[in-house]
């Protein structure tokens, strides 16, 4: 029982998460399924707070004037590259459709368009490298305004791709496939 605590735990850590789960709990000789199923939720545990909170603490943030120009970087940063991830629409005065209305801003937006955005971070966190990942993942989906359920499903399938590839690194697919084979 102790160990599987180890694994949930060092799978909630950032930047190490279920990457370094797993090779841990194969370490001590956990087996594959339950070391899989420990480091995915444990993985997965942080992700819909990262989704739900980063906008507001980056909000709470600008409030103090030693935060302000980092959170206002960061805002901005995200902001210019969201364009080339999501399409967020375009309202009716910049399709040219009421050119006399141009002058009024149009409140209402087109929902946002996910698509290949999805694939994108689906791959970036199943990607086993340092600094992708779950934690990494959903904060560029928060900073990217994505769309929160399609984001939440992309680090989920991500992570559990990136477990079965560490499941077969740390087991090797004979081990890893032992369960089939008994």
């Given at each position: 029982?102790?160990?599987?605590?180890?694994?949930?735990?060092?799978?909630?850590?950032?930047?190490v998460?279920?990457?370094?789960?797993i090779?841990?709990?194969?370490?001590?000789g956990?087996p594959?399924?339950?070391?899989?199923?420990?480091?995915?939720?444990g993985?997965?545990?942080?992700v819909?707070?990262?989704?739900?909170?980063?906008?507001?603490?980056?909000?709470?943030?600008?409030?103090?004037?030693?935060?302000?120009?980092?959170?206002?970087?960061?805002?901005?940063?995200?902001?210019?590259?969201?364009?080339?991830?999501?399409?967020h629409?375009?309202?009716?005065?910049?399709?040219?459709?009421?050119?006399?209305?141009?002058?009024?801003?149009?409140?209402?937006?087109?929902?946002?368009?996910f698509?290949?955005?999805?694939?994108g971070?689906?791959?970036?966190?199943?990607?086993?490298?340092?600094?992708?990942?779950?934690?990494?993942?959903?904060?560029?989906?928060?900073?990217?305004?994505?769309?929160?359920?399609s984001?939440?499903?992309?680090?989920?399938?991500?992570?559990?791709?990136?477990?079965?590839?560490?499941?077969?690194?740390?087991?090797?697919?004979?081990?890893?496939?032992?369960?089939?084979?008994?």
């Amino acid at each position: 029982m102790k160990n599987i605590l180890y694994i949930f735990l060092i799978s909630i850590l950032p930047i190490v998460e279920l990457r370094g789960a797993i090779p841990v709990g194969a370490a001590l000789g956990v087996p594959f399924y339950l070391n899989y199923l420990c480091a995915v939720i444990g993985n997965m545990l942080p992700v819909p707070f990262i989704l739900l909170f980063i906008p507001k603490v980056l909000d709470f943030l600008a409030r103090f004037k030693i935060f302000r120009p980092i959170v206002e970087w960061v805002r901005r940063k995200a902001h210019k590259h969201s364009g080339k991830i999501v399409d967020h629409g375009k309202n009716a005065a910049e399709d040219g459709d009421n050119a006399t209305e141009a002058a009024e801003p149009i409140e209402e937006k087109k929902p946002k368009r996910f698509g290949g955005a999805f694939w994108g971070l689906l791959l970036f966190v199943m990607i086993p490298l340092p600094g992708t990942g779950a934690w990494t993942g959903s904060l560029i989906a928060s900073l990217f305004d994505l769309p929160k359920k399609s984001s939440f499903l992309a680090a989920l399938l991500g992570v559990l791709g990136a477990g079965v590839i560490m499941c077969l690194a740390s087991y090797g697919v004979v081990g890893f496939l032992k369960i089939f084979i008994s």
